[in-house]
C-alpha cells in the first residue's frame, strides 16, 4: 500500500477510536483529535491516496487559483468545470448565505406549497461586524434563500428515494463589488502580500534564509473573508539541496478536505523545487482539530476496510513539464498541460457529504 495512504488510514482509525463528538457551527456534529503530525519524504514517493479516488485535476487547480493565479474569483474555478467552492460563493446581490439540509419528511413536506420546490423561510442579513442590514426606514432587511442554492429536488438514488433541499440559516453582507468570490480569503491573500512571488525569490537568492513563511491567516481581513482559511501557514527551508516545508492547518476536515491538501502542497513543493532548481525534501503536516463530521463515518468505515482487504496499489507519479522554468508558466487551463498524474490506480470513489 502507498505511504499515505498507510498514514491517512491510521489517522482515520485513530479518530473513530480514540476521537470525541463535539458540536460546532455547522450543526452537524463532529468527532475529532485535538492535534495530529506526520512527515512524509517526497523523494521516496508523491503522496496520493488509492484506497478511494482523488480527482487530481480539480485539487491541482484549487491550488494554482490560491498560488499561481492569486485568485478569490470562484467563478476561474467553474470556467475548468471545479466547483469545490460553490457552497461558499458571494451571490449576485453581495450575500453569501448558508444553509442545512433538510432533516426530516415533515420538514421537506411543510416547505413544499402547491408544488413550488423553493425553500420559503428567511433570516436577517448582517454585515460583516455581525450588526443588521439596515433598510430606509431603519428596519432589519431580511432575506430569502437564493436561487438554486434553496431549491428542493427529489431524485432516486440506488433505489432509494432521496429528498434534497436547504433551510437557509444566515446571511451576511459582503457588498456588489465581491459577488463570485470569497472575500478576502486564500488567493486573495496570496495576491496582496504577494507570498508565492516573494518565496521563490528568497529559494533562489538566499537558500539559508530562516524567515520564508506564507501565512494565508491575516488578523486585519478575516471579518471579510467568507471562509477563513483551513490550511493557514506554511514555513520552507532549503537542506542538503532538498526544498522541505512544514504545513500548518488549524481544522482540517479528514475525509474531503486532507486528501486535497496533502496532495496540493506536495505538488507546490515539488513544482517549487523545480522552478528553483532544488530536490524534493520533506512535508511535515501539523493539524489542530483532526475530524470526521458524523455522517461520514460509514464512508471512512469503508475505506478503511478496503485498505484492509482489497488489494494494494502503490503511488503514483508525477510528470511536470521540464521546459518549463517559471512557476507562473505552468498550464492553468482545464487541461493542465504541464502537470501531469501518471499510473493512478484507485480503488473507486467514496462520496462524502459537505458541511458548509
Known sequence: ????DKEYLKLCKKILDEGVEVENRTGINTIKLPAY????????????????????????LEML??????????????????????????????IYRTYRGLKSDDEYNSHLEDGVEYIDNEVPV?????????DENGKPIK????????KIDVSVYQGKEIKLGKIITSAKYFGKDWVHTIGTAYGWIANKYSLPDKLIETLKNNKTDRRMVMSLWQNEFLSTAVLPSCVWSSEWDVTNGHLNAWVHQRSCD???????????????LYMLAHVTGLKPGKLNWSIKDAHI???QIEGIKEQIKRGEELEDYPAPELWLNPDVKDFFEFDNSKDLKDIKVLKYQHHGKISFPITQ
Open 293 to 295: 463530521y458524523v455522517n
Open 37 to 60: 503530525s506526520f512527515e512524509f519524504d517526497l523523494e521516496k514517493e508523491f503522496p496520493f491516496l488509492t484506497t478511494k479516488q482523488l480527482f487530481y485535476r480539480q485539487a491541482i
Open 126 to 134: 448582517l454585515d460583516v461586524d455581525g450588526n443588521p442590514v439596515l
Open 65 to 94: 487559483w490560491i498560488y499561481q493565479v492569486k485568485s478569490n474569483d470562484v467563478r476561474w474555478l467553474q470556467e475548468r468545470n471545479v466547483h469545490i467552492w460553490d457552497e461558499w460563493e458571494i451571490d449576485e446581490d453581495g
Open 143 to 150: 432575506t430569502k434563500a437564493y436561487g438554486d442554492k434553496a
Open 1 to 4: 500500500m502507498a505511504l499515505w
Open 254 to 268: 479528514v475525509p474531503l478536505g486532507l486528501p486535497f491538501n496533502v496532495t496540493q502542497y506536495s505538488i507546490l
